[in-house]
């Protein structure tokens, strides 16, 4: 299986009262391409600063990150957008749907703001159905559920066909069996849409699922 994303030798530090903080101390990893990649870690463990770094929202102090074969470290800002825009998904802890916008209106929403050349309206309601939602397309977000909203952000996330989704914690504020759900949506979407996701987690129960596990302590692999 081929990588879609290769980071050699990431380091990130932080100013820190008369010297530097480095959340990461010299990372290698490889992403997959269509599988899904966990990067666990507890709470300063330097999983979302890398996970920031990959989706190309922050720059590494060191190293290089290859990006469907480019170095996006090599990038402008005007660049790095156009690549986040059209190549990457977010779904975020807090799933930030807009309240006054219905499950459908957030979706098809996040395909004009990407500029989506085919039909908005039928990638809005398929994607909706992908992730199970095709009864509640015309709910508002208060009327849904947790794990529904975090779905939402999902189909959402893949509306524009990117090539890597990254989850942040995307299941933190979910119980157990509905954050199950959520993962096995990724697994799904990998297969049926050949999608790539990365997510972090700290949640051990998590880990069979993923195809690939990174452990990071202190800004660094345990293993992986």
Known sequence: ?????????????????????????GVDLEIQKGALTLLRGRSGSGKTTLMNILGALDLPTEGEVLFEGKDICKLNENQRSLLRRQKIGFVFQSVALIPIMSAYENVEFALRLAKYPGDRR??????????????????????????????VAIARAIAHKPSVVFADEPTAELDTTTGLQVVRIFKDLCAQEQLTFVMTTHDTGLMEIGDRVYELEDGAFIHG
């Open 1 to 25: 299986m081929e990588n879609i994303i290769t980071a050699q030798n990431v380091k990130r530090a932080f100013p820190s009262g008369d010297g530097l903080f480095y959340a990461l101390k």
């Open 122 to 151: 039928a990638r809005a309601e398929e994607c909706l159905k992908m992730v199970g939602l095709g009864a509640r397309m015309n709910h508002m977000p208060q009327e849904l559920s947790g794990g529904e909203q975090q779905r």
